[in-house]
């Protein structure tokens, strides 16, 4: 996969063009300029795949859709075990989550495959922020690099930033808003930011897949306990006031307002 998005960042301006996300729609290749919360000395390729409805480069790659499809397909299994291991952990039928996840990558869900392609930083300096703090809207999202990736994640009890560091092979799992309001906020969305790896100028890639409930999905905090850490997060009125049902629909909307909003 990395070499397909390798590929298609390599193809002249024009045939990226044909597959320039347009709004209102959230798929399709995004120019750097477009992004939220990023300066104009970054560079990076960002192509998001999600729904059938997504423009890809078929007459200029036609091998691009079949990588997309398989990685996307080994994604949606491991999806269909981790909802199924989260459902029994907390106590609940094992198709509890996945009955709330019909759709993936279909109409009426709004997950997303997304694959970035960060450009050599010869300009920066380790360390320096590359994507600016969010957290994930949805259930959960799994990440892969082909390297260090800069990633780091913020302590839900101060201000600390940790980096994740890189694990060959490894897939990281992080949390979102959606998981974190069906547990009552006991498995935590986290923040999280990407900024410049010491001693890495070479090009990176970075794969994400977005898992989000239908968009009919209310969530409802569950009636289930875990295990408590040593130290309870404390809960602004605002974080307070997200625990109310919402569904996922008009949660995803609302994050995308606060994202780009100008």
Known sequence: MYQALDDFCGLPQQ????????????????????????????????????????????????????????????????TTRLLVAIAVGLGQPSDYFLKNHTNLLNSGNDSSFRMICYSPTYSMKGGEMRFGPSSETGTFSFFISDCESGFEVKSIYSDRWSRVGYFPGGILVCAGDALARWTNQQMVSLKHRVVVPEHCPRSRHTLGFCVEPDENVEFEALDTS?????????????????RGVLSAYHHLQRRFREAYAS
């Open 15 to 78: 045939s990226r063009a044909k597959c320039e996300c347009v709004a209102p729609s959230h798929s399709g290749y995004i120019k750097t300029e477009e992004g939220p919360s990023l300066r104009e000395t970054e560079s990076r390729h960002e192509f998001i795949v999600s729904g059938k409805n997504t423009v890809l480069p078929d007459e200029d790659l036609p091998t691009f859709r079949n990588s997309v499809d398989n990685l996307v397909d080994d994604f949606k299994v491991l």
């Open 226 to 242: 875990i295990l408590n850490p040593p130290q309870e997060p404390v809960l602004c009125r605002l974080q307070k006031k997200k």
